[in-house]
């Protein structure tokens, strides 16, 4: 079972970014997914989440209004589009996949992931 990232680059503030993930070895269909990130001497943090179906979605409050997350089941792949980008967004950004329809909650907090991908930069340019 794979997760693989890919789309991370160089931007310059207030540019756009399309992650992707794409999963092979199993279907994902019937898991929840998301993105989380992690920046330089700062733990993981959660970015955003989709149910199975893609019918709802979750954010960080950093992120939200300007990240999109979507999926496409037919394709095993789920998507994070990244808007007005800023040098804070900077961080390597996973993706991953849980055993259940929902994301879980670990704490209060998004967590329990049961699959991680390995994860690509983004770096945003002030």
């Known amino acids: 079972v794979q997760l693989q990232a890919s789309g991370g680059g160089l931007v310059q503030a207030g540019g756009s970014l399309r992650l992707s993930c794409a999963a092979s070895?199993?279907?994902?269909?019937?898991?929840?997914m998301g993105w989380f990130r992690q920046a330089p001497g700062k733990e993981r943090e959660f970015v955003a989440a989709i149910s199975w179906r893609g019918s709802s979605t979750y954010y960080a409050d950093s992120v939200k209004d300007r990240v999109t997350i979507s999926r496409d089941n037919a394709k095993n792949t789920e998507y994070l589009q990244m808007n007005s980008l800023k040098p804070e967004d900077t961080a390597v950004y996973y993706c991953?996949?849980?055993?259940?329809?929902?994301?879980?909650?670990?704490?209060?907090?998004?967590?329990?992931?049961?699959?991680w991908g390995p994860g690509t930069q983004v770096t945003v340019s002030s």
């Open positions: 991953a996949a849980w055993d259940s329809f929902q994301p879980k909650r670990v704490g209060g907090a998004y967590g329990g992931v049961d699959y």
């Open positions: 070895g199993r279907t994902f269909s019937r898991n929840a």
